[in-house]
Structures are given as C-alpha cells and as structure tokens.
C-alpha cells in the first residue's frame, strides 16, 4: 500500500493543483499535508507560525506525512519544506516520489509577493530563491520521476507525471 504518488517541491510548484489533476486522471483521492496540519491545528499555517512557532509546525507536518504515508493510497501533496525533516526522507524511501521543479520567476508569479506564507514574509523574492536553493538538492535526491512545471499547463504536468510512473 501506499500513495500512487507523492508530489514534492517549492512553494509554486504547482502540487496542489497538479496533485488534484493528477488524483482525479488516476481515480484515486488527493491528500495535501498542509490541509492536514491546518485541521488538526484548527488555523492556517501561517498562524500557526506566528502564534506557535515553526518548531510546533515542523512536528505537525512531520505527524501528518507520517500518517498519510500509511493510510493513504491516492496522490499526495506534502508542504514544500516537509523533506527537510529526516524522518520523513527516510520514510519516503521506496515511495513514487515525484519532484516538480519550478524556476525562481515562475514560482514568484505563481505564489506572489504579497502572500501570507510565512518563510517569505521579509523580502519574499530573495527567501524564495534560499529555500529553493537549499532545498533543491533534498528533492532531487528523493525524486525517482523529476518534472519541470515551468510555462506549462497543468495537464500537461500530469502527463508527464504519467509518463514517468508507468
């Protein structure tokens, strides 16, 4: 058992709406792990990092991965910065784990400068370019299919994502 996939990347890189797309063509449920963390806390991701801290998000996130990880067998959508817990790498081993990989210019029309996500509160362009810096080494190792979602449509996404599991 397990997810059919699990989709990982930076902030823009489409997982929510590829992931929704991708479950629906394979007739399977999507699970976004922010969703989870949200319910289980009762208020957005960004207040739970302003009123709990990123510490208290970190281990929500880290419980709600784990849990989908186990019960889910759909498509999988995990918070951009869920791969920087060890754990949870180790316990994407032997998963399809799908990387959509998004340049910096794409990924900043895509989310916004004005968004509420609270890594990028202070000079979001430049935070955007440091986390996908940083963390694009730790998806690209857990990757077995690599997507770049760059100027294309989402179900051209998908496709490819298609492509690349069968």
Known sequence: MGPRAVL???PGSGKSTVGRLLAERLG???RDTDAEV???AGKPVSDIFVEDGEERFRALEAEAVRRALAEHDGVLSL???AVLDET???LLAGHRVV???VGLSQAVSRV???SARPLLVFNPRSQLKKLMDARRPVYEALAVVTVATDEREP???VDEIVRGLA
Do not use: Q
Request: aromatic share 8%.
């Open 79 to 81: 918070g951009g910065g």
């Open 28 to 30: 399977v449920a999507f």
């Open 38 to 40: 949200e319910a289980a």
């Open 112 to 114: 916004g400068l004005g």
């Open 8 to 10: 990982i990347g930076a």
């Open 99 to 101: 990387y959509l990989e």
């Open 88 to 90: 949870t790498r180790g």
């Open 155 to 157: 179900a051209e996404v």
